[in-house]
């Protein structure tokens, strides 16, 4: 069965302090994994795809297939990074995503 | 560009009672979604739409739900008889085309059952 697994359902770090956000899934096909994130009373969007491979707003994941994983990292958290990181997973061609059920970040200063 | 467009924002309603949401894509989406979100939990697609035609349905409790894009564009999604548990967020989106495309979100509805 397909499943995405977002453990910490908040994380709290100090400004400046490195963060991760860690999400497992179970596929048994190729996975195509994205992060989402929604600001406070703003829209969901996309942060990033792991296909990109690329950094965004400082923020960087690794596909690790043999562990399943798709952790979100940034080495020194901001305040504006204060948002809801959902880790999702695209199950089949259509591009259906599947979502995490996301992490609460909160950076205090 | 034009952002995703949902309608109304926020809706209170009684169990048994029937209601309505309505979503604008971006301008050229061919794919349409509608995702229910629980509080407390991420997104569920409900329906996914290919210009007018549905692609995938599975997880829409058809009892109850029904959903429509009859031009290719606009879609509403309707509940009836809603029931308690169909508190949630109805979130709306849209991407370019199937495959590597971006979802793009509204801003949701966010519907309460009494």
């Known amino acids: 069965a397909q499943r995405v697994t977002q453990p910490e359902k908040l994380l709290s770090v100090f400004k400046g302090a490195p963060v991760e956000l860690k999400c497992n899934y179970s596929?048994?096909?190729?996975?195509?994994l994205f992060w989402y994130v929604q600001y406070s009373r703003q829209r969901l969007q996309l942060l990033l795809r792991?296909?990109s491979r690329e950094s965004i707003k400082g923020f960087t994941a690794d596909l690790n297939k043999g562990e399943t994983s798709f952790h979100l990292k940034k080495p020194f958290a901001q305040e504006e990074d204060s948002a809801m990181y959902y880790c999702?997973?695209?199950?089949?061609?259509?591009?259906?995503?599947?979502f995490g059920a996301g992490t609460q970040v909160v950076v205090t200063p | 560009e034009a952002g995703v467009a949902q309608s109304p924002r926020y809706k209170i309603i009684e169990k048994r009672q029937s209601v309505a949401f309505w979503c604008n894509p971006i301008s050229g989406h061919a794919t349409l979604y509608w995702y229910q979100q629980i509080l407390g939990q991420g997104p569920k697609l409900l329906i996914q739409f290919q210009n007018n035609g549905v692609v995938d349905d599975s997880q829409l409790p058809k009892d109850r739900f029904s959903a429509e894009r009859l031009k290719g564009v606009d879609s509403t999604l309707k509940i009836q008889p809603a029931k308690l548990e169909d508190s949630a967020v109805y979130l709306c989106?849209?991407?370019?085309?199937?495959?590597?495309?971006?979802?793009?979100f509204g801003n949701g509805t966010r519907l309460t059952v009494t």
């Open positions: 792991h296909i």
């Open positions: 999702a997973l695209r199950t089949d061609s259509w591009g259906k995503l599947q």
């Open positions: 596929y048994s096909g190729s996975p195509e």
């Open positions: 989106a849209s991407s370019l085309s199937t495959g590597n495309s971006p979802l793009h």
